[in-house]
T-cell receptor, first 111, second 112 residues
Framework: EAQVTQNPRYLITVTGKKLTVTCSQN?????MSWYRQDPGLGLRQIYYSMNVEVTDKGDVPEGYKVSRKEKRNFPLILESPSPNQTSLYFC??????????FGSGTRLTVV | AQSVTQLDSQVPVFEEAPVELRCNYSSSVSVYLFWYVQYPNQGLQLLLK??????LVKGINGFEAEFNKSQTSFHLRKPSVHISDTAEYFCAFSGGYNKLIFGAGTRLAVHP
């Protein structure tokens, strides 16, 4: 089954403790992206990757890092999380402009 | 600047009634348009998309949308809704390969 898998689904952490949210896709897509979803703001792009070792900032990249060492994986790294990064995060992969496949989401709470 | 405006944050409707969720976009380039649905505690699922061709696009679950270039709109419609259509709906467009630009979402609440 074609899918995007994110882990964990839920995460509660403390301010400043580094964390990684993993994302993996099995569709051989070159393009992957991370979004955060906040009430009333819709989804905003954090980072995207056009291919292995090619990443670029989206609209809200501050406080986040990504890496793309393999085509299937695109982890999101929060080096020093802060409460304003409490949000619902989605990973997506796609092919051209024909739409994305989204993961099930990671609900992160930073206290 | 490119943007998407969903004109209603919440739409309450009774079961079996018709519904329209409104979406306007702002872009100076050709766009590709999408509607996604998010059921509670789930990710986003593609409902339908407009890339080119016929301006009336049919999607899954009985939804359809009409692309209107002169009004820069892409409204989503369903002639008769079900309780199971209760969800949040996002309009999005892409002016290029790199990103989808999303609206703020419309929460559709279907009541018995």
């Amino acid at each position: 089954e074609a899918q995007v898998t994110q882990n964990p689904r839920y995460l509660i952490t403390v301010t400043g403790k580094k964390l990684t949210v993993t994302c993996s896709q099995n569709m051989n897509h070159e393009y992957m992206s991370w979004y955060r979803q906040d009430p009333g703001l819709g989804l905003r792009q954090i980072y995207y990757s056009m291919n292995v070792e090619v990443t670029d900032k989206g609209d809200v990249p501050e406080g986040y890092k990504v890496s793309r060492k393999e085509k299937r994986n695109f982890p999101l790294i929060l080096e020093s999380p802060s409460p304003n990064q409490t949000s619902l995060y989605f990973c997506a992969s796609g092919q051209g402009v024909r739409g994305y496949t989204f993961g099930s989401g990671t609900r992160l709470t930073v206290v | 600047a490119q943007s998407v405006t969903q004109l209603d944050s919440q739409v309450p409707v009774f079961e079996e009634a018709p519904v329209e969720l409104r979406c306007n976009y702002s872009s100076s380039v050709s766009v590709y348009l999408f509607w996604y649905v998010q059921y509670p505690n789930q990710g986003l699922q593609l409902l339908l998309k407009y890339l080119s061709g016929s301006t009336l696009v049919k999607g899954i679950n009985g939804f359809e949308a009409e692309f209107n270039k002169s009004q820069t709109s892409f409204h989503l419609r369903k002639p008769s809704v079900h309780i199971s259509d209760t969800a949040e709906y996002f309009c999005a467009f892409s002016g290029g390969y790199n990103k989808l630009i999303f609206g703020a979402g419309t929460r559709l609440a279907v009541h018995p």
